[in-house]
């Protein structure tokens, strides 16, 4: 068995999602601070902390479950890279701190990629399978796609680094992989559709760019 990866149980990976999330969420209502002569990007911001305390309250609501149908398998055990809530509570820990002293824009999304990039999302979806709805996981993996798109519209506005966008852009395509159709089909927060352009090596990426706020 790899280095770091653990059979654990799937409560105690539960509580280690919801306590990254709700860290998580702190971060970018402390970024949103950081921005508050600049209207756009704090609400930009307090969308991003919004989204992440929607993904706290989901998994509370898989806690719940879990507890009160101890045959779904709260104890149950599943390998987990423990690394994982390692690598993520260090960045987390770390990016606090220098969000504290003031951050600029480029340096905030780069943040922000960093954690949606992370493995932690990816867990959040698979643990709310357990709810046994399919339209709680697509509302999951729907509030992550917008998320990005929307993080890739504000990278493509506010600044000129051609790596963070493609960064960006390439998650995008990972997190569409999912198994939802194009962005273009996913409604986004905004209200006109988003238009697509050519990404990064190759391809096309749907920008969930909200063209009321950008126009």
Request: glycine share 10%.
């Amino acid at each position: 068995m790899a280095e770091g990866i653990k059979r654990t149980t799937v409560g105690e990976v539960l509580d280690l999602a919801l306590d990254l999330e709700r860290k998580t969420m702190a971060l970018y209502a402390e970024i949103m601070r950081c921005f508050g002569d600049e209207p756009e990007l704090r609400q930009f911001w307090f969308g991003m902390a919004k989204n992440e305390a929607a993904h706290c309250g989901a998994l509370m609501l898989v806690g719940c479950i879990l507890r009160n149908e101890p045959e779904l398998g709260l104890d149950s055990r599943i390998l987990f890279d423990t690394h994982t809530g390692i690598r993520l509570r260090s960045l987390l820990t770390g990016f606090r701190r220098e969000v504290r002293r003031g951050v600029v824009a480029e340096r905030a999304f780069e943040m922000a990629l960093d954690l949606e990039s992370s493995e932690l999302e990816d867990v959040v979806v698979d643990l709310l399978k357990v709810v046994q709805d399919p339209a709680w996981r697509d509302r999951a993996v729907k509030m992550l796609i917008h998320d990005l798109g929307d993080l890739s519209y504000m990278i493509e506005k506010h600044t000129s680094n051609a790596a963070l966008l493609a960064r960006a852009d390439g998650l995008l395509e990972r997190r569409l992989g999912y198994g939802h159709g194009p962005a273009e089909s996913t409604p986004g927060r905004g209200s006109k559709p988003a238009s697509s352009r050519p990404a990064a090596g190759g391809g096309t990426v749907g920008r969930r760019g909200k063209t009321a706020r950008g126009a």
